[in-house]
């Protein structure tokens, strides 16, 4: 059974069987407008909690989303590269951005569930 | 800045009703974005019309028997050979020949003169002409105008089904129109813009900007349009921002703006800055303004810099991003002059990759302006 957690930079991961699939809230992605491009990071690169992990640019700008836990990537969602809007589209299921497996499994319980993110968006 | 020092637009109530997301520039609470956002926005303007407010722009009315001298002495310009409804783009320069800011003179009668000048440098540029006017028989009125910007090839259109008839105006033309095509002094409209569209400026007082934005919105062609996508489009269509593409440092003929110089003026013009933009035209810009298309899919922004292909400084991005309508990453730039020429192929550093990027002649997207 997979637990979704979310972080105070509008990161939300759902974490299954040690890996865990991270993207940005709708909230975010809201907030960003319409992405033309995603920076994705390679497989097998190692991160560490609030590090870049992955850069998105809408029209105006470019905002970086940070690795909410440790661990090592496995994973890009490569669809990405050729239709970006997906995030704007689904941020929250097809629009995911990388899974990574987790280096400290305990760093999920300073995380929020989504009632705590709902309160901290307002 | 802190949120007391921000200045508020006269319809921001409007903007806020329309769903407005607002944001910080050069002082003034403006508009970003509108629930539509930026791509529809922009697209919007190219295939119907947008509705932009630009208060934060400042008119000045230059009056008096010395209109003409002050203007020739404020800018590279010649005033008088300006016919009656002609606007010009023309620059306040410093004594080293730097574009203080870009402006739009626009003459409403013999000794009757209209100075269009950007946010930023308003105050800076009242001060400066009111200076410069102690030495002239002349009046420097900052008026206290809503200023509209309504652009995109449905411009026309939109606007006379308000009652507003553009016709005979052509584009970099201005006039003193109100509704019904009747003359109203404390209207002026001219067809310009910032966005390669056809469309027109509107300066107006506030219950008059009022009626209007409610008639013009009545039309499905017309829609708000935010400062992201203006910037957008301004910079699909090669057009510069002050303090971003020209700035202090920056003479006309490096930002490649020389046309707008009457030629005779270059050669004998006793505007302020003229020796040190003489000096500059002789011995040729050392770097001059470029259009940057980054190959792939990845935007080039402001503030990176350009190498050539051994790896050696060529220039930096001073506007980037991604036009919608062009469809791929947009940029403008400085690159030293050798390499100023379209097709010439340089690197742009974005957080550690090299990414391919040719000079591009400008603009991105072809101008659609009503020259007759």
Not at chain 2, 44 to 71: Q, Y
Not at chain 2, 134 to 139: G, T
Not at chain 2, 140 to 161: K, T
Not at chain 2, 259 to 282: M, N, Q, S, Y
Request: aromatic share 8%; proline share 5%.
């Amino acid at each position: 059974m997979a637990t979704t957690y979310f972080t105070e930079d509008h990161e939300w991961l759902r974490v299954e069987g040690g890996i865990a699939t991270v993207g940005i809230t709708d909230y975010a992605q809201e907030q960003l407008g319409d992405l033309v491009f995603v920076e994705l990071p390679e497989a097998g690169k190692k991160l560490a909690k609030g590090d870049t992990a992955v850069v998105v640019e809408s029209v105006k700008a470019a905002s970086d989303v940070y690795a909410p836990v440790d661990g090592e990537i496995t994973e890009s969602n490569g669809t990405l590269s050729s239709d970006p809007s997906l995030v704007n589209s689904a941020a929250t299921s097809a629009g995911w951005l990388w899974k990574m497996k987790l280096a400290n499994e305990s760093q999920l319980e300073g995380l929020m569930d989504e009632a705590a993110y709902q309160a901290h968006i307002g | 800045m802190t949120g007391d020092d921000t200045t508020h637009l006269p319809l921001e109530d409007m903007h806020i009703a329309a769903g407005a997301r607002f944001g910080a520039f050069a002082g003034w609470s403006m508009p970003l974005t509108y629930p539509a956002g930026v791509m529809k926005e922009h697209l919007h303007t190219r295939e119907h019309a947008g509705l932009f407010d630009i208060s934060h722009m400042k008119l000045f009315e230059v009056s008096g028997p010395g209109a003409v001298s002050l203007l020739n002495r404020a800018c590279p310009l010649d005033a008088g050979a300006l016919e009656l409804s002609q606007s010009k783009l023309t620059f306040f320069l410093n004594e080293a020949g730097g574009i203080t800011d870009d402006l739009i003179v626009t003459r409403l009668g013999d000794t009757r003169f209209m100075v269009v000048a950007n946010a930023g440098n308003a105050v800076a540029d009242e001060k400066h002409l009111r200076a410069l006017a102690n030495d002239f028989d002349v009046k420097v009125d900052a008026l206290d105008r809503v200023f509209l910007a309504i652009q995109g090839p449905e411009a026309w259109a939109v606007l006379s089904r308000a009652g507003i008839e553009t016709g005979s105006l052509l584009f970099m033309h201005g006039i003193e129109l109100g509704k019904n095509g009747e003359p109203r002094k404390n209207w002026f409209m001219s067809r310009s813009g910032y966005t390669g569209e056809d469309g027109f400026e509107l300066g107006l007082p506030e219950a008059d900007a009022r009626d209007l934005v409610a008639k013009l919105l009545e039309d499905e062609r017309m829609l708000w349009i935010g400062l992201a996508a203006r910037d957008s489009l301004r910079l699909e269509a090669g057009l510069c921002l002050h303090g971003q593409d020209i700035t202090p440092e920056t003479d006309p003929a490096s930002a490649a703006l020389m046309w707008a110089v009457p030629k005779d003026i270059r050669a004998t013009g006793a505007f302020i800055g003229a020796d040190a933009l003489r000096a500059v035209l002789e011995r040729g810009p050392a770097q001059k303004r470029v259009g940057l298309k980054p190959e792939g899919r990845q935007p080039v922004r402001a503030g990176v810099a350009l190498f050539d292909a051994d790896g050696n400084p060529a220039g930096h991005v001073t506007s980037g991003g991604f036009g919608p309508s062009a469809g791929h990453p947009v940029a403008m730039g400085y690159v030293s002059t050798p390499l100023a020429k379209p097709g010439t192929r340089v690197f742009a550093d974005v957080r550690g990759t090299k990414i391919p990027v040719d000079i591009s002649s400008l603009p991105f997207t072809p101008h659609r302006y009503r020259k007759g």
